[in-house]
């Protein structure tokens, strides 16, 4: 669950839920990422602790070759 740039999640929630709750750290006063920022931080982070199982690591051109 993510919750509102303006609000975030509601407390009800987080109080419910504290062993499960993630925060991102952010620098200074900022207030909020934008939704897409956050997941996309979260889904990497995730990936990251699993050693990116799965997914490839080597990406390759389509018309054009590496020079050696």
């Not at 919750?3 to 900022?30: D, Q, Y």
């Not at 889904?43 to 199982?53: G, K, M």
């Not at 799965?54 to 020079?67: A, P, V």
Request: hydrophobic share 40%; glycine share 8%.
């Amino acid at each position: 669950m993510f919750g509102k740039e303006s609000a975030g999640i509601p407390e009800e929630i987080l109080i419910e839920n504290k062993a499960v709750c993630i925060r991102i750290p952010m620098i200074g006063e900022t207030r909020s990422l934008n939704l897409s920022n956050s997941a996309a931080i979260i889904l990497y982070e995730a990936l990251r602790q699993h050693d990116f199982e799965g997914l490839n690591t080597k990406g390759s051109l389509h018309r054009l070759k590496w020079k050696e």
